[in-house]
């Protein structure tokens, strides 16, 4: 199972990129768990200075933006390897 982490303090764009990596992850067929790291500190201890981002299994693969939702399920696909 894919842990994915959207770290950001809950504005639009941290709940967009939500809604975003979950129709990803479903698209792909994988099982995930999605956590919202909203912490500053927790945030910073993944070395983020943007938000919104994307942790997948404590790896960050975006930040500072939206992904669409292809680029979302390369993000997400290749963090198999």
């Known amino acids: 199972m894919k842990k994915l982490s959207i770290l950001g303090t809950g504005c639009p764009k941290c709940k967009k990129l939500a809604e975003v990596a979950e129709q990803a992850a479903k698209e792909l067929g994988i099982e995930y768990?999605?956590?919202k790291v909203t912490d500053i500190n927790e945030i910073m201890a993944f070395n983020v200075m943007m938000t919104p981002a994307l942790a997948?299994?404590?790896v960050v693969k975006l930040t500072?933006?939206?992904p669409s939702l292809e680029e979302a399920k390369k993000v997400i696909a290749i963090?198999?390897?």
């Open 56 to 58: 997948v299994d404590g």
């Open 64 to 66: 500072g933006k939206v």
């Open 79 to 81: 963090s198999d390897y």
């Open 33 to 35: 768990e999605l956590v």
